[in-house]
């Protein structure tokens, strides 16, 4: 079973891109959904992170609070490298077991969907990457379009603290293009096609 990595800046439409996958059959890890997932049950990952980021970091009512994670982290390199030091290790566990699942169901190839993909090291785990790309003057607007609660400055700093796009092309084995001057699901199925026969 092929592991195919699927990622792309904020505002690039790898969500829609890994849905399109998802609505053809393919088993497809959110990353993002997942770590959430695991930092409001993992216990031991919670002692951790309330140790580093204060008794804040969970509500009153035991639930993640992603306000004040994001307030602690944000445009601090450091805070950023721990957070990701004691989350994506258990990412990177839960996918192997859930990869086993998908393996012992006979699926021919699965993706895993991750912004930070290459940052925290998860491409290790995969055998071919896809990069969706769009340019970013496309992404930032797309981002103010969706996002109400951020401002330029805060897409200006995300768009800063990954990994660049000529970066991601560089090393990505396939590319989507999601530049709205091509249309995105032809470009799909020519690469489930391709997967499919491995």
């Given at each position: 079973?092929?592991?195919?990595?699927?990622?792309?800046?904020?505002?690039?439409?790898?969500?829609?891109?890994?849905?399109?996958?998802?609505?053809?059959?393919?088993?497809?890890?959110?990353?993002?959904?997942?770590?959430?997932?695991?930092?409001?049950?993992?216990?031991?990952?919670?002692?951790?992170?309330?140790?580093?980021?204060?008794?804040?970091?969970?509500?009153?009512?035991?639930?993640?609070?992603?306000?004040?994670?994001?307030?602690?982290?944000?445009?601090?390199?450091?805070?950023?490298?721990?957070?990701?030091?004691?989350?994506?290790?258990?990412?990177?566990?839960?996918?192997?077991?859930?990869?086993?699942?998908?393996?012992?169901?006979?699926?021919?190839?699965?993706?895993?969907?991750?912004?930070?993909?290459?940052?925290?090291?998860?491409?290790?785990?995969?055998?071919?990457?896809?990069?969706?790309?769009?340019?970013?003057?496309?992404?930032?607007a797309r981002v103010l379009h969706r996002?109400a609660h951020r401002s330029a400055a805060?897409?200006?700093?995300?768009?800063?603290?990954?990994?660049?796009?000529?970066?991601?092309?560089?090393?990505?084995?396939?590319?989507?293009?999601?530049?709205?001057?091509?249309?995105?699901?032809?470009?799909?199925?020519?690469?489930?096609?391709?997967?499919?026969?491995?």
């Amino acid at each position: 079973m092929r592991r195919i990595g699927i990622t792309g800046g904020i505002g690039s439409g790898k969500s829609i891109v890994a849905r399109l996958f998802a609505a053809l059959g393919v088993p497809v890890y959110d990353s993002d959904s997942r770590a959430k997932g695991i930092m409001a049950t993992d216990l031991g990952l919670r002692e951790q992170l309330l140790a580093a980021f204060g008794a804040e970091t969970y509500t009153p009512e035991g639930l993640l609070n992603r306000t004040h994670l994001a307030q602690r982290v944000f445009g601090d390199a450091a805070q950023v490298a721990l957070l990701n030091s004691l989350v994506h290790p258990r990412v990177g566990a839960d996918f192997e077991a859930w990869v086993a699942t998908q393996a012992a169901a006979g699926q021919p190839y699965i993706l895993k969907e991750a912004a930070l993909l290459y940052e925290s090291g998860a491409y290790r785990q995969l055998d071919r990457i896809i990069t969706v790309f769009a340019p970013p003057a496309v992404r930032h607007a797309r981002v103010l379009h969706r996002d109400a609660h951020r401002s330029a400055a805060d897409v200006e700093a995300i768009m800063r603290q990954q990994l660049s796009d000529e970066e991601k092309l560089a090393r990505a084995d396939y590319v989507v293009y999601n530049d709205d001057s091509q249309l995105v699901l032809p470009q799909v199925l020519a690469l489930d096609e391709t997967f499919r026969q491995g």
